[in-house]
């Protein structure tokens, strides 16, 4: 029972590299939300899918590219790395929208 | 947009006493669902509790319990007899109505770190 995966668990990248975090739950889940925290911020959305084919932007998007070719994957990827991108990124997942979402254990970036 | 808002950065409880972890929201909604999650040192982002809007009672899950005043929008968290375990960070969440496009969007307080004392 895997529940959300997200890898790696940890990523140092230089400025400018792009890279793409992964995440994948096996709950037949049809919402999957990315969020970044930062210290003092709380959890902030930057994309979200209601379903495969579908996403759309949250509140912090920009940097960021989401796609959703199947109902298992939601990958999140910097196009290009910058330090303000250092965050730790998590991955969450819900079957319906009035269900509780599971989050993943998160994915710590370090930009230098 | 929906704002949550934390007002208790940090609270400390001697163990086995009750403390009660602040919430407010500000939303135009009538129909919505509100959530508290732990954080521990391990990072992982565990449900403690959900409240449906539409619903007075108050949700309680073993030694967790909300206030939650909607017309004060309000939704604060009670833990009874607080044991070691329950230090952890503590984030307050909206949800939007299912019927609304934003319906899959969390919208996070800032959190409170709850400190447990012997």
């Known amino acids: 029972n895997a529940g959300v995966t997200q890898t790696p668990k940890f990523q140092v990248l230089k400025t400018g590299q792009s890279m793409t975090l992964q995440c994948a739950q096996d709950?037949?889940?049809?919402?999957m939300s990315w969020y970044r925290q930062d210290p003092g911020m709380g959890l902030r959305l930057i994309h979200y899918s209601v379903g495969a084919g579908i996403t759309d932007q949250g509140e912090v998007p920009n940097g960021y590219n989401v796609s959703r070719s199947t109902t298992e994957d939601f990958p999140l990827r910097l196009l290009s790395a910058a330090p303000s991108q250092t965050s730790v990124y998590f991955c969450?997942?819900?079957?319906?929208?009035?269900?509780?979402?599971?989050f993943g254990d998160g994915t710590r970036l370090s930009i230098l | 947009a929906q704002t949550v808002t934390q007002s208790q950065p940090e609270m400390s409880v001697q163990e086995a006493e009750t403390v009660t972890l602040s919430c407010t929201y500000d939303?135009?909604?009538?129909?919505?669902?509100l959530f508290w999650y732990k954080q521990p040192p391990s990072r992982q982002m565990i449900l403690v509790i959900r409240?449906?809007?539409?619903?007075?009672q108050n949700a309680t899950e073993n030694r967790f319990s909300v206030n939650f005043q909607k017309a004060a929008k309000s939704f604060s968290l009670k833990i009874s007899d607080s044991q070691l375990g329950d230090a952890a960070m503590y984030f307050c969440a909206y949800r939007s109505p299912p019927y609304t496009g934003t319906a899959s969007k969390l919208t996070f307080g800032t959190g409170t770190r709850l400190q447990v004392t012997l």
């Open positions: 939303t135009s909604e009538s129909d919505y669902y």
């Open positions: 709950m037949n889940h049809e919402y």
């Open positions: 969450a997942s819900s079957f319906a929208s009035n269900q509780p979402q599971h």
């Open positions: 409240q449906e809007a539409y619903k007075q």
